[in-house]
């Protein structure tokens, strides 16, 4: 099916090389990240997630890198694969009032043969 | 367990038409979302159901209205459908409201006013 997200921005790896994936998050209030993984014609699924009192977590060839200072958060993905093809999205909780997940725009990752 | 579905999959309408989409999860969750999807703009919130009995407004509210039937279902109405209404749509739900609890969602419905 059409792919959403026409205009985002867009890395380019080789398969077996690492991806870094960058995200701006725009609340110090934030507390939680998540980034989710969607790939054609589906819904968002959760990759890895970290809390602010942290500045690394790792998951099975993901880590996520947390940097409060800068507002700065990245997803890692090593010996990308075919099947790592799609959008990344990161995702906010800011804890203000009535808590809410907030999406960043998404960077589309395109996996070369 | 199915997690989350969505009917229909897919829709068009013509302008000034309504519809209603559906949401029902299995997953005994508290909190339910509906997110609408644009390209280059990720996912926006428009209206959110933290409990059963209780709806609030999120982002992008306007044209759209909602109703938490029971605690399995949450359904987004557009009751006049407009071009700037095509989108794909997306609901989820959570234990309980905010990131921390984790979000499910549905494969998405993708809806075109012509």
């Known amino acids: 099916g059409e792919s959403v997200g026409l205009h985002l921005p867009t890395l380019s790896v080789q398969e077996g090389d690492n991806s870094i994936i960058n995200c701006a998050y725009s609340n110090s209030a934030s507390d939680y990240f998540i980034w989710y993984k969607q790939e054609s014609g589906k819904g968002p699924q959760f990759i890895i997630d970290?809390?602010?009192?942290?500045d690394k977590r790792q998951g099975q060839r993901v880590t996520v890198l947390l940097n409060k200072t800068v507002k700065h958060l990245s997803l890692q993905i090593a010996a990308t694969q075919p099947g790592d093809s799609a959008v990344y999205f990161c995702a906010e909780n800011i804890s203000e009032g009535a808590q809410k997940l907030v999406f960043g725009q998404g960077t589309r990752l395109t996996i070369n043969p | 367990n199915a997690g989350v579905t969505q009917t229909p999959k897919f829709q068009v309408l013509k302008t000034g038409q309504s519809m209603t989409l559906q949401c029902a999860q299995d997953m005994n969750h508290n909190s339910m979302y509906w997110y609408r999807q644009d390209p280059g703009m990720g996912l926006r919130l428009i209206y959110y159901?933290?409990?059963?009995?209780?709806?609030d407004k999120g982002e992008v509210p306007n044209g759209y209205n909602v109703s938490r039937l029971n605690k399995r279902e949450f359904s987004l109405r557009l009751e006049s459908a407009a071009p700037s209404q095509t989108s794909v749509y997306f609901c989820?739900?959570?234990f309980g409201t905010g990131g921390s609890y984790g979000y499910t969602f549905g494969s998405g419905t993708r809806l075109t006013v012509v």
């Open positions: 970290i809390r602010s009192n942290m």
């Open positions: 989820a739900s959570s």
């Open positions: 159901s933290a409990s059963e009995g209780t709806t």
